[in-house]
Nanobody, 122 residues
């Protein structure tokens, strides 16, 4: 009922920057919290950053001061600006949202994108 499509991943050298985008579409009534999680090879999925509908943000400790999350509510899109990238940031980055669909207003569900690979070379 809600689809998330990520873009912007790729290969970058350590110290470089990338910007990820995630657009939500479908039968959307309300997008609540949106955000990004990541999963490195052999690791558990971990929080990168989240942003509420009114703009409150939360960051994982490992990215604080380097990554910035933002959203454009008119476009149903969330962004992740990643600066000062490190090899340990290499992972598949997944877009997330908590949303209510038009078919079931009031019922909140979590949705995930398919993921985009970010690789940081040393």
């Amino acid at each position: 009922q809600v689809q998330l499509v990520e873009s912007g991943g790729g290969l970058v050298q350590a110290g470089g920057s990338l910007r990820l985008s995630c657009a939500a579409s479908g039968s959307i009534f309300r997008l609540n919290t949106m955000g990004w999680y990541r999963q490195g090879s052999g690791k558990q999925r971990e929080l990168v950053a989240t942003i509420t509908s009114d703009g409150s943000t939360d960051y994982g400790d490992s990215v604080k001061g380097r990554f910035t999350i933002s959203r454009d509510n008119a476009k149903n899109t969330v962004y992740l600006q990643m600066n000062s990238l490190k090899p340990e940031d290499t992972a598949v980055y997944y877009c997330y949202c908590n949303a209510e669909s038009r078919r079931n207003v009031g019922a909140k569900y979590d949705y995930w994108g398919q993921g985009t690979q970010v690789t940081v070379s040393s």
